[in-house]
């Protein structure tokens, strides 16, 4: 198994097995805050940036597990930022992309061609949602599909709330109720569509009504600002999930950086145990957990450069790569 690891930099490719040292470094794309593998095929991955980079786009492709990329950024997104990915678990070649301005784009052959999913720009007080900084221009930071009925799909804008389609991405309706929307991550549960998962800027959200209404979680969490997500599979009732002490600009500034801690849930969200206590990131945040299929466990990435490979549960935590350019995602090639 190799890891295909996207940073601010570039690609980098890891055997985890075999320590830190990289076995391929790419600088082109150059800059990824987002990944995504095809349901069918985990060679081919998608890759997105938030950065333009002059003479590049926001979007590139690979078919050979990272090694090489083409820019397949839509015609109609060139000036866009791509802030999310999914390939669709059912409809084979089909992919959906999430980009600033809050829009929603959907290609059915393998990201040669995009359309907009004009549903999503009907939604009603769309022109409310916003983003803190200037220029505050809201963000899809998440797409998630149900994966007991594919064609329903979830949609986190940072900051607009979620947002459920039933017919592929055609319409959209409103989840907020109880929620805060500043969202940064949606899942489904693995056991019941009826419970949904969100991280945001104010912490863990749980709905299990499917989207009616929203718990805000704090048993176990001391800190409040959650951003990865990962439900585990079927048999364990395990959700994972880190936080910071503050948003991204304490990050920077504080004594202690992001000051993050990864936790775990054995209850399915009700409740969380701190499973990071070493204070192994450091000043560094973790942006995105992924499964690993090797050891039942998962991977986090992080972005001070770490990458740290947790065995099932979380009970055993290790550092596998460090002083990398800052990780935002990544995919497992087997």
């Not at 991280?199 to 990865?228: C, E, I």
């Not at 395990?238 to 504080?254: E, L």
């Amino acid at each position: 198994m190799r890891l295909c690891i996207g940073t601010a930099k570039g690609i980098v490719i890891l055997d985890p097995s075999r320590g830190g040292a990289p076995l391929m470094v790419l600088a082109d794309p150059s800059a990824i805050w987002c990944m995504a593998q095809d349901a069918v095929d985990p060679t081919l991955i998608y890759a997105g940036s938030t950065e333009h980079v002059r003479g590049k786009g926001t979007l590139a492709r690979s078919t050979d597990g990272g090694r090489t990329w083409t820019d397949v950024t839509p015609q109609l997104a060139r000036e866009e930022e791509v802030w999310s990915i999914a390939a669709s678990p059912a409809v084979r070649d089909r992919v959906f992309i999430g980009t600033s301005h809050a829009r929603l784009f959907c290609s059915d052959d393998r990201g040669h061609l995009f359309r907009e999913c004009d549903g999503f720009l009907k939604i009603p007080g769309r022109d409310r949602w916003t983003f803190p900084p200037p220029p505050h221009i809201p963000h899809v930071r998440s797409i998630a599909f149900d994966p007991h009925e594919p064609s329903t799909m979830y949609v986190g804008v940072e900051e607009g709330g979620i947002f459920r389609s039933r017919n592929d991405g055609a319409s959209f309706e409103p989840l907020n109720d109880g929620l805060y929307w500043d969202v940064h991550t949606v899942a489904v549960d693995s056991r019941d569509s009826r419970r949904l998962y969100a991280t945001t800027g104010n912490g863990f959200y749980l709905s299990d009504n499917a989207g009616k209404s929203w718990q805000h979680v704090t048993r176990g969490l001391n800190r409040g600002y959650t951003v990865p997500l990962l439900v585990s599979l079927p048999d364990s009732e395990d959700v994972f999930t880190a936080a910071a002490m503050g948003p991204p600009p304490t990050w920077r500034v504080g004594p202690t950086g992001a000051d993050a801690v990864l936790f775990r849930s054995n209850d399915r969200g009700d409740s969380f145990t701190a499973i990071s206590t070493d204070q192994r990131f450091g000043r560094g945040m973790v942006m995105r957990l992924k499964a690993d299929p090797e050891n039942g466990g998962f991977f986090a990435v992080c972005n001070d450069g770490a990458i740290v490979r947790a065995t099932a549960a979380g009970s055993s935590l290790a550092t596998i790569a460090e002083k990398l350019p800052p990780a935002y995602d990544l995919a497992t090639i087997p």
